[in-house]
């Protein structure tokens, strides 16, 4: 044995873990029994990295940490630090048991076997908090040396977890597409933020969503320059005129259920590709009054011919799903078909509501596009790098940027038409950097990230300056024999 032995620590200037404002996240531990040693065992529960606990003879020994006021605790984690600069006295192999104090009954909790350290690591294990004791035992079962000593047990309650949900933002744009935001956290009892796995085994609520998504202004394409005609109209000032206006709040409605239709009239006879819907503002206008069953014809004799026949371009169809507020659907034109006409016609055989032809029909905006000529590429700045663990994670994350392909009308279309070959990244990978740890080297359980996040002083900016000093250990004041 050294009688006082020169060991090199790292020590943190200033920000020791007994100086710390950290008790809201450990058990306060009250009372201490050790199987050797037992005057220093505190020393292992006093959240100070500079102080440590070492037994006097080999493995097993045990420590005891009893529960503060005698009451029962639920741990949902815990943690053993191995003393700095000397990872061998660390155990190999340990147990950890809730047990009432002065009676039998105990039940055991964890189990680790064939256990490694390195000079610092900190490892954290997760519990569940399934059942509460008043007191836990940490049996050290195997160790490499003549004793085994540990830094720190930190026993960590039971937490809750659940999002916090912000509001959604307002939208990017409000019109042509674009996206709101909302923040979504999720947080445990002790006030701290997670990974997202923590609140939910699935999905976490959304945090993008589609939004502004109707025609702006004079971007419905030939519809903007078209006359047009309704079989009906609700009011006389909103006529089918206010289809290509690039508001949704002002909507034609017609006179009566369906059928009803639309008539365009482009001035001279022009080649579609695509036609879109949008939907009104209001719930009676998406629910009962929104379009469910439509088709397209055309033609190319004037309204006043007698026997004016139609081209059906697309016979009657389903749009699908109910309607969302103010949202636009667009349709393809089947290839190989002739699409080249001067009047077109947009029939209206159902609605979502009450049967289909109890309601009337409630249309917000149409579209009619031409073949796009001409395809531009248009690639957004790199975003933000995202944890792949999700949010309040670190580490490994991928960053995104949007690539988008736009026709000589603006209009987003897929990407194969702006790329030939090679195709634009919208990800790549990042980093993304873990907050600083107190222990240096510390390996968390893959599941219990962030857990010692909480200690973290708040004072503490960019720089946190460490220092290494010689301590000269007195094996009898600090409780830690060395051999």
């Not at 080649?271 to 009104?280: H, K, M, R």
């Amino acid at each position: 044995m050294l009688p006082y032995p020169a060991r090199l620590a790292t020590v943190f200037l200033g920000y020791l873990w007994g100086n710390l404002p950290c008790a809201g996240f450990n058990v306060e531990t009250g009372t201490c029994e050790a199987s050797s040693n037992a005057q220093f065992c505190s020393m292992a529960l006093d959240r100070n990295l500079s102080s440590s606990w070492a037994s006097t003879a080999p493995a097993p020994q045990w420590l005891e940490a009893r529960i503060e006021g005698g009451e029962y605790v639920a741990l949902g984690s815990y943690a053993i630090t191995s003393v700095p600069g000397r990872p061998d006295l660390a155990p190999t192999a340990w147990r950890l048991e809730g047990l009432e104090p002065f009676s039998l009954n105990r039940q055991t909790l964890d189990e680790v076997y064939q256990q490694t350290w390195e000079d610092g690591t900190t490892h954290i294990r997760d519990l569940g908090g399934l059942t509460s004791w008043r007191s836990y035992q940490l049996t050290m079962l195997e160790g490499t040396g003549t004793q085994v000593a540990i830094a720190e047990l930190h026993l960590m309650p039971k937490l809750g977890y659940e999002f916090e949900i912000s509001s959604w933002a307002p939208c990017s744009v409000t019109c042509g597409g674009g996206t709101q935001n909302r923040t979504v956290v999720c947080k445990g009892s002790d006030g701290v933020s997670y990974s997202d796995h923590r609140c939910t085994t699935g999905d976490a609520p959304v945090r993008v969503r589609d939004c502004g998504t109707s025609i702006c202004n004079c971007e419905g394409g030939l519809a903007c320059s078209a006359t047009c005609t309704a079989s009906s109209s609700a009011t006389s000032d909103l006529g089918c005129g206010v289809l290509v206006d690039g508001a949704v709040l002002s909507a034609w409605t017609s006179g009566a259920p369906p059928p009803q239709w639309l008539e365009y009239d482009l001035g001279q006879v022009r080649t579609l590709a695509e036609f879109s819907l949008t939907s009104g503002t209001c719930t009676v206008c998406t629910f009962q009054e929104g379009p469910s069953v439509i088709s397209l014809q055309a033609t190319n004799l004037p309204p006043e011919s007698n026997g004016r026949a139609w081209y059906e371009l697309r016979s009657p169809f389903s749009v699908g799903s109910m309607w969302s507020s103010g949202e636009t659907r667009r349709w393809n034109l089947p290839e190989g078909e002739v699409r080249s006409f001067r009047y077109w016609r947009l029939n209206f055989h159902e609605t979502m509501g009450g049967g289909g032809t109890v309601y009337k029909v409630h249309v917000s905006e149409v579209g009619l596009y031409a073949p796009a000529t001409t395809f531009r590429l248009v690639v957004g700045e790199w975003g933000v790098c995202e944890p792949l663990g999700g949010y309040g994670a670190c580490g490994a994350g991928v960053s995104r940027r949007s690539v988008q392909c736009f026709d000589d009308e603006d209009y987003p279309q897929s990407l194969d038409n702006c790329e030939h070959g090679l195709t634009t990244a919208a990800e790549m990978s990042c980093t993304v950097d873990c907050p600083i740890l107190l222990v240096a080297g510390a390996i968390p359980h893959p599941g219990f990230f962030g857990v010692l996040r909480w200690c973290q002083p708040a004072l503490i900016h960019e720089h946190l300056f460490v220092i290494r000093v010689i301590v000269i250990v007195n094996p009898w004041t600090c409780g830690l024999r060395l051999s």
